[in-house]
Nanobody, 124 residues
Framework: EVQLVESGGGLVQPGGSLRLSCAASGFAFRNYDMSWVRQTSGKGPEWVSNINNGGNIAYYGDFVKGRFTISRDNAKNMLYLQMNSLKPEDTAGYHC?????????????????WGQGTQVTVSS
């Protein structure tokens, strides 16, 4: 059974930083591209970032603009998202997601591939 458990969210002031973590289990983590997606109440999910299975190729949504860094540790089955220069509009639930074979790395995977999420709130 695929399990993805996120942590590291919280309340931060604008301009602050957070590092999100995702612990993966139940599948061959090192074989899969992984993504971060975010969702706010009343809006559809939004793709944030993707990293390939080897950890050497990463992509980001245009709104990131150099503020976020995705990384992974295949030895520990961990995925990370370092978020700097946070803005109020970054407020959302952040989910790590396994990218199914054959799926576009730029699309939002179906929710059965997500973890339960960690809430990020950016507010003064």
């Amino acid at each position: 059974e695929v399990q993805l458990v996120e942590s590291g969210g919280g309340l931060v002031q604008p301009g602050g930083s957070l590092r999100l973590s995702c612990a993966a289990s139940g599948f061959a983590f090192r074989n899969y591209d992984m993504s971060w997606v975010r969702q706010t109440s009343g809006k559809g999910p939004e793709w944030v970032s993707n990293i390939n299975n080897g950890g050497n190729i990463a992509y980001y949504g245009d709104f990131v603009k150099g503020r976020f860094t995705i990384s992974r540790d295949n030895a520990k089955n961990m995925l990370y998202l370092q978020m700097n220069s946070l803005k109020p509009e970054d407020t959302a639930g952040y989910h790590c997601a396994k990218v199914p074979d054959g799926s576009s790395i730029f699309s939002v995977p179906s929710q059965d591939n997500w973890g339960q999420g960690t809430q990020v709130t950016v507010s003064s």
